[in-house]
């Protein structure tokens, strides 16, 4: 056999898993969320467990939606306060969330990357100590503003390729979406919802922008799927008449949800996109 003839064998084979992983799961097939709480949905409705863990999964997180939707066989992983590590190494008494995944899946979603880099954490914290104000005694109850590293960025990138190469060397037939993070803050300035200085709501706009960056060209070079939830979510953000993103309340303000996560709404709104992407 020649070079060129096992080259083109080789070629004739990717095309061909690539083409079966971009078929639409048939009902009854295997499904696998992975990610963080942006994934999980704590807060969102009712836990998706009976008894409650410290993953606080929800039952109409965009997977269990999604699943119920396509007649999907479900099995949920995603954790809150997940990092890429803990999809590919255990977490404590939790396993790797790749565990999950085998031959037999035929889709996996994937949300992950912002505790990596301290997104969430970062905008809570901000937030903290802008509500704090000039109180000293209350901003030094906050928790303090760590900016990522470029190490951490370097560190998140190279983890997420090593997902991806794990799920299609687990499940060659499997079809894999990365969903970006939803939309937190507006394009420009904040609101009474977002408490943050001009400084500190452009750094989170920043670190929202090269996750989905890192996590898109992650996608296109391993050969899978982006949707992009940022861009989908951007009318609806915190600041938004109509919002898929809860806000961090003042005090004494009803809290909806978990501060700076997508509510139900956005939950939906993302299975929807999924639920066309996978047609």
Known sequence: MTLRTSALILAAAAAMATQARAEPPPAGAKYVAMG??????????????????????????????????????????????????NLLGPWGDLPAQLDAVDADTRLVTVTIGGNDVGYVGGLMAASCRGLAGADSAAAARCPAVRPPTEQAWLDLEARLRNVAAEVHARAPAARLVFVQYPTVLPPHGTCAATPLSPAEADAGRRTAMRLADVTDRVAKESGAQVLEAQKLSAAHNACAKDPWM??????????????????????????????????
């Open 246 to 279: 809860n806000g961090f309340p003042r005090p004494g303000a009803p809290v909806k949800g978990v501060f700076y996560h997508p509510n139900l709404k956005g939950m939906t709104a993302i299975a929807d996109a999924l639920d066309r992407m996978l047609r």
């Open 36 to 85: 963080s709480s942006y994934a999980a949905g704590p807060g969102v409705t009712t836990p998706a467990e009976a008894v409650r863990s410290r993953c606080a999964r929800s039952a109409d997180n965009y997977a269990h939606q999604l699943a119920r939707k396509r007649g999907l066989e479900l099995t949920d992983v995603s954790c809150s306060g997940a990092t890429t590590s």
